[in-house]
């Protein structure tokens, strides 16, 4: 079975989103990035939160639209107790742990990638999750959505696995350590 991944661009104030879930701001930041072009052929599948997959789209409206600038198709799983419209490719499933299992059995030995900072924050709670890309953005947004929100929660230790440069970022990728 592959990995759990979870993927996100950040401020490096800590923030994945703006005020409201607002995504607009990495307009300016996205272009190439040679880590994440390299990844999305290894994904197998999408694991996301019901807020990330109604929400905000920077690249809505052109060709670039869904995930990862719109070069990534495949199964996606949405952890939510709020089903939206029946979508191609789309289940919805009402925990994490569940979600999980389903996305591994669909991606095979391919990475499950996690889009969304409370799925991802259910994933490290069960000891689901493997690893964390994150594309570190210069800008300060102030306010808004963390990378991870955890009030009392308990210490969790990472090990550095790359560190890369992008015309407009820095890439980050961690493993969990168990």
């Given at each position: 079975?592959?990995?759990?991944?979870?993927?996100?661009?950040?401020?490096?104030?800590?923030?994945?989103?703006?005020?409201?879930?607002?995504?607009?701001?990495?307009?300016?930041?996205?272009?190439?990035?040679?880590?994440?072009?390299?990844?999305?052929?290894?994904i197998g599948a999408l694991l996301v939160g019901r807020r990330t997959y109604g929400g905000?789209?920077?690249?809505?409206?052109?060709?670039?639209?869904?995930?990862?600038?719109?070069?990534?198709?495949?199964?996606?799983?949405?952890?939510?107790?709020?089903?939206?419209?029946?979508?191609?490719?789309?289940?919805?499933?009402?925990?994490?742990?569940?979600?999980?299992?389903?996305?591994?059995?669909?991606?095979g030995d391919k990475y499950v990638t996690v889009l969304g900072a409370e799925v991802a924050r259910g994933c490290l709670d069960a000891g689901l999750l493997?690893?964390?890309?994150?594309?570190?953005v210069p800008v300060l947004l102030g306010d808004g959505v963390r990378l991870f929100e955890r009030p009392g929660g308990d210490h969790v230790r990472l090990e550095r696995l790359k560190l890369t440069e992008a015309p407009t970022m820095s890439n980050l990728w961690l493993r969990v350590v168990r």
């Open positions: 079975m592959g990995k759990v991944l979870y993927s996100a661009a950040m401020s490096l104030d800590g923030f994945i989103a703006g005020p409201g879930g607002d995504a607009q701001w990495m307009t300016g930041y996205l272009g190439p990035n040679p880590e994440v072009d390299d990844l999305v052929p290894g905000d789209d920077p690249n809505r409206g052109t060709e670039h639209e869904g995930a990862f600038g719109g070069t990534w198709h495949g199964p996606q799983f949405v952890v939510t107790h709020r089903p939206a419209e029946p979508a191609p490719g789309v289940t919805f499933v009402g925990d994490v742990v569940s979600a999980v299992a389903a996305a591994k059995e669909a991606a493997d690893e964390i890309l994150v594309a570190i």
